[in-house]
């Protein structure tokens, strides 16, 4: 019984050796690129753990805190892919904090195996944890490179992180005072056993839904939650932007679509309750997102804004979800190659910034002019996932719109989808200023941009499976179907 | 046989497209020929396996193969996949094009040869193989939708091959929006089959048609929409415009795209749907009324050419009307019958003209004569591609045209321009030889025409080895290709089994000439192989009296009706650019353009505002979430 549900964990505890290995390494190592390796190696073989469990039953360990269900696998592979490639793109940024590689590696390792078990998780005690767990060392990067940006940064992540988190606790308090119960089943089913109008008429039930929501939303970076993003996004090191802009998104939408539909899903009219409350909220995301970005001068603040909008367009799929009340997976196999899609784009623009911005020692847009002559294969690549992003063919941007859209349209949502097509027109502005500074623009110096060879690669990858999900969307869509299916049973 | 081996088939030109593009262009671009060999190698695999599939496909009952199906994209009820549908139609056509572009490239090598885009025109040239077998093969609308615009794309990148050739560059133009123009109604005639049938699928197409679920008016405006798309790629009247053109591209693309293959697209595609135009009495008239006159249409023009290679063109679109009169008269069998018959023909008589350019300098018929002791390999595959496109007994277009006279024999109108279409072709034919091999040789080009590489200084000379092969070889296809239907073989293949009369091969191909329509037809191309005789080689006939009795004709032929004059001054000049762009042109500058910059300094002026919300204030940030959460709960109580 123990052996069995270690075997089941064995992709968690493999990233939590492997990180503690890093810190451990570093004291008798000199030869700090041995780092790198464990801590891909240690990816790796997390990463092997988790392709091995592939395609289980879903099964509940450790007293039904856990579920180790297709769902989560899928999610662990999303945050395992992003986290090596955030380490190999690190790599060119490293020189900024030597010193403390190895508590960099680390930190990155712990955070993906916090977010992990927040895939995973199947008691709202077991979310609270992990989440901490995650963000906890999310406050540590983001200030990590210890100047007055970056320590502002950290310091107003981690402020905000405790009000948001004391949000969560407040609504998860507040339902299990109304149910008796943290693990979301059986919430679930005390939920079913009430009659609706008692349902209708509890303001505590309504009250924990908005304040886990808020919780949530914080993580996701929605409206009216997203203030700490821009201020944050600016002062962390690229890389930590990068995760967070991908990872951590990730991680909350796991969560959120766990709970939301696990625990809140349990009758049809709580269900399209709480989808249109996601609705409204998804169209003043989009549009904040989407409007403010357009006069950002800064890439990273810009990317701030542009992922705040992205969470918008993840929110459509969210709501599709909660009006679909159960009744069809469209949404919720959307909303995960959404996600997949995403991750692999920001990362590729994110990881391109990472190389331009060494070498330039500035964020600022104008300086990136004539960058198509300076670095082209960069230029290519950065083009390329801002394509992705606005949502044009052929890459994954386009064909996950498509596909959170229609399921959107599908179930009574044709004004969300409106609103956030109107915003994909917006987001087409300042997404291709840059590519029109890049390529049209003649470069205020002719000195080539340097880049690592473990960048390319990361960089060639995240372009590749770009262009494969916009290509080829059956077999990811394939993969996404698979994971959502644990939930039809409910 | 696996069923991978059509998928390879398919991608065996793309692989070499992309070791050409990728591989060879950046590091080997000094040894040139290993783009040709690399093509070359690709083709004739793909031809041997045609050939295997060809094999089994007539082994196989029903004479279809089941290809499993490759999910692309599902969204909700819409399923678009990748498969391909190989029935007799495609495999005939799998044939066609594969042995014909195995002999164009073989041919290339010699032609090109030297060319600065010696890699260029390979590449391109497997892109548009590649593109053509995926038409062919594929299994719906939309990924024949996808090839049926590469091979344009195809097309427009080897027309304007010699981009700095601003003619090339028009003529690329021309023949890219044209197609355009008919592909709007293939588009059309697409969504409307979604919208009524939620399919793509072409064999459920075919079974609704069949089942009369899709009928009445919605069918006859989908199956000519679907006949707007191929009489553009097929150029049919009035958008045959850009084929003469497109001559401009080098001879052996001339041969490949627009004399056998893409051309013939056009042809195939309504031969693929032709249940649904069997199903529209009017569709189906609307095709045979359109080809039989584009046939007789472009035969008159290239009664007068001077420009051999434009004989050529205007004879390629005079040949696939009449292939469209027999799709539109006597069914599928009869209209691919004479597609197969007229690719190994019409591709032999384009590479014979390549070879005399290459011995001459010019495509001019006016400077050649005499080449018939010069060039005596080309002289005769040419004069066996000519017999057999004037269809005389027993070659090869023989057998098709005479098919397609014989189903056109219940409505009069489209018999007797048949056969007046079977005597200018016999005619023109006999003059583009009599002109070009027969009498004096009369300089060849002028010395600044050369553009690619022809020795003047030698006088006229046989092409090398590598541009002879493929003739002889095609001539024997077009000598035997058309024997294939003496018994009915062929058109019992195509699905015709029930109405075809089987017999003995001796019968058959003697009995013909008991029949009084073969006779006549024979005898009408006699004649204007006679006439042609008597005008330009015995000149028994001045060809300039001829001319000058016939002034008002010649000089309508020669200006081809003036529908290049029609087309350019005044539906471009005056209707569209005068009239309708101009209108559109002040509507979109104040109106739409005014509201556009609204809207966008509207939306920049809220980011600029909503950004000063963003203090940096830890505490304000703080209190925004927590008003955040009072509005919303407050909202929410409100409405729900």
């Known amino acids: 019984m123990i052996l069995k549900e270690l075997q089941l964990l064995t992709p968690e505890l493999s990233l939590l050796v492997f990180a503690l290995l890093v810190i451990m390494l570093d004291l008798f190592i000199k030869q700090k690129k041995v780092l790198v390796v464990v801590s891909i190696a240690g990816i790796l073989v997390s990463a092997g753990f988790t392709l091995s469990l592939w395609g289980i039953h879903a099964t509940d360990i450790l007293y039904a805190m856990l579920s180790v269900d297709q769902y989560a696998l899928l999610f662990k592979l999303i945050f395992l892919v992003a986290a090596g490639l955030v380490i190999l793109a690190s790599q060119d940024y490293i020189s900024k904090f030597a010193q403390f590689q190895s508590e960099y590696y680390a930190l990155v390792l712990i955070s993906a195996l916090g977010m992990m078990l927040m895939a995973a998780a199947q008691d709202l005690i077991a979310v609270y944890v992990s989440l901490e767990l995650s963000s906890i060392s999310l406050y540590v990067l983001a200030s990590f490179l210890k100047d007055q940006k970056s320590t502002e940064a950290g310091l107003k992540y981690l402020l905000l992180g405790a009000v948001s988190s004391a949000v969560l606790l407040y609504g998860m308090a507040l339902v299990f005072g109304l149910t008796g119960h943290t693990c979301m089943p059986c919430i679930a089913d005390s939920l079913k056993g009430m009659p609706i109008s008692n349902i209708m008429q509890s303001p505590a039930l309504l009250m924990g839904l908005i304040l886990i929501v808020a919780g949530f939303g914080f993580k996701i970076a929605s409206v009216p939650f997203q203030m700490w993003v821009p201020d944050v996004y600016e002062g962390a090191p690229t890389p930590v932007t990068a995760y967070l802009s991908v990872a951590s998104k990730a991680a909350g939408f796991a969560v959120i679509l766990r709970v939301l539909f696990v625990v809140f899903g349990a009758t049809a009219w709580l269900s399209q309750d709480w989808g249109l409350l996601i609705a409204v909220l998804s169209a003043i995301t989009m549009m904040v997102g989407n409007v403010v970005a357009l006069s950002q001068s800064n890439i990273k603040r810009m990317f701030g804004y542009s992922s705040i909008a992205q969470a918008g367009y993840l929110m459509v799929g969210l709501a599709a979800v909660g009006m679909a009340a159960g009744s069809d997976a469209l949404g919720r196999s959307g909303l995960l190659f959404f996600l997949m899609s995403y991750t692999f784009t920001n990362l590729g623009a994110f990881i391109a910034i990472i190389a331009i911005s060494n070498k330039l020692n500035s964020d600022q847009i104008e300086d990136y002019t004539g960058m198509s002559k300076r670095a082209p294969l960069l230029a290519i690549a950065l083009t390329l996932c801002l394509v992705s992003l606005t949502g044009l063919p052929p890459t994954a941007g386009l064909i996950a719109k498509i596909y959170i859209f229609n399921g959107a349209v599908n179930h009574g949502l044709l004004w969300l989808v409106i609103i956030a097509v109107i915003n994909s027109v917006i987001s087409a502005f300042y997404y291709f200023r840059i590519v029109k500074v890049m390529w049209m623009g003649a470069p205020a110096s002719e000195e080539k941009v340097p880049s690592t060879w473990a960048l390319r690669v990361a960089l060639s990858l995240c372009c590749l499976f770009v262009l494969l999900l916009g290509v080829l969307p059956a077999g990811f869509m394939g993969i996404a179907q698979a994971a959502v299916k644990i939930f039809t049973g409910s | ?640």
């Open chain 2, 1 to 640: 046989m696996p069923y991978q081996i059509p998928w390879l088939i398919f991608l065996l030109p793309v692989c070499s497209l992309l070791i050409i593009a990728f591989i060879l262009r950046p590091f080997f671009n000094n040894r040139p020929k290993l783009g040709g060999y690399v093509t070359i190698a690709a083709i004739s695999t793909a031809c041997a396996l045609s050939l295997w599939v060809l094999a089994t496909v007539i082994a196989a009952p029903g004479h279809k193969l089941d290809i499993p199906d490759f999910q692309w994209l599902v969204i909700g009820n819409l399923n678009v996949h990748f498969g391909l549908l190989i029935d007799s139609l495609t495999a005939v056509m799998l044939v066609v094009v594969t042995i014909v572009s195995l002999m164009v490239q073989i041919y290339s090598q010699g032609y090109m040869d030297g060319d600065s885009g010696y890699h260029r025109y390979f590449a391109f040239m497997s892109l548009f193989t590649a593109c053509m077998l995926g038409l062919i093969m594929a299994d719906n609308l939309v990924l024949m939708f996808l090839f049926w615009e590469g091979v344009g794309l195809g097309s427009y990148l080897l027309i304007g091959f010699w981009f700095h050739r601003p003619s090339a560059a028009n003529a690329a133009k021309k023949a890219f929006i044209v197609t355009r123009l008919g592909d709007v109604g293939f588009l059309v005639a697409i969504l409307l089959l979604f919208a009524q049938t939620g399919t793509f699928d072409t064999e459920e197409l075919h079974a609704l048609a069949i089942a009369g679920t899709l009928g009445g008016t919605v069918l006859t405006w989908v199956a000519i929409g679907i006949f707007s798309g191929a009489a553009g790629k097929s150029a049919q009247f009035p958008l045959h415009v850009w084929l003469p053109d497109a001559m401009e591209g080098p001879t052996p693309v001339s041969a490949l795209i627009h004399a056998a293959t893409m051309v013939a697209a056009g042809v195939f595609l309504v031969a693929r749907f032709h249940p649904l135009f069997e199903h529209s009495e009017v569709a189906l008239t609307t095709v045979a009324i359109i080809g039989g006159f584009t046939a007789i249409f472009a035969a008159s023009m290239g009664l007068v050419m001077t420009d051999i290679k434009r004989v050529l063109a205007y004879s390629t679109i005079s040949q696939l009307g009449y292939m469209m009169l027999g799709l539109g008269t006597g069914g599928v069998a009869i209209g691919i019958f004479h597609l197969f018959n007229h690719a190994f023909f019409k591709a032999l008589l384009f590479l014979g003209a390549g070879s005399v350019n290459h011995g001459t300098g010019t495509f001019d018929m006016r400077q050649m004569g005499g080449l018939r002791k010069a060039m005596p390999w080309t002289y005769a595959t040419f004069l066996i591609g000519s017999l057999s496109l004037a269809g005389i007994w027993p070659l090869s277009g023989f057998w098709s045209k005479d098919e397609i006279v014989a189903s056109a024999l219940d409505k009069p109108i489209l018999f007797y321009i048949a056969m007046l279409t079977v005597f200018m072709t016999a005619f023109y034919m006999f003059r583009a030889i009599f002109l070009t091999f027969e009498g004096e040789y009369k300089g060849g080009a002028p010395a600044e025409h050369g553009s690619h590489g022809p020795n003047n200084s030698y006088g006229p000379h046989e092409s090398s080895k590598v541009m002879v092969i493929p003739l002889v070889i095609l001539s024997v296809l077009s000598v035997f290709s058309g024997w294939l239907n003496v018994t009915g073989a062929f058109s019992s293949f195509m699905g015709h089994g029930g109405e075809v009369e089987a017999h003995g091969f001796i019968q058959g191909f003697f009995g013909v000439l008991s029949h009084p329509v073969p006779l006549i037809s024979l005898a009408v191309a006699a004649l204007g192989v006679f006439l042609a005789y008597a005008m330009y080689s015995a000149r028994w006939i001045s060809a300039e009296v001829m001319g000058r009795i016939f002034k008002p004709m010649y000089v309508l032929f020669s200006r081809k009706y003036w529908m290049d004059e029609l087309y350019e001054n005044v539906i471009v000049k005056k209707v569209l650019i005068n009239g309708v762009f101009a209108v559109l042109g002040l509507f979109d500058e104040k109106a739409i353009d005014g509201a556009i910059n609204g809207v966008a300094n509207g939306t920049v002026a809220a980011g600029r505002e909503l950004r000063r919300l963003q203090t940096g204030q830890l505490q304000f940030y703080a209190m925004f979430i927590v008003l955040g959460l009072v509005a919303i709960t407050v909202c929410y109580y409100i409405f729900a």
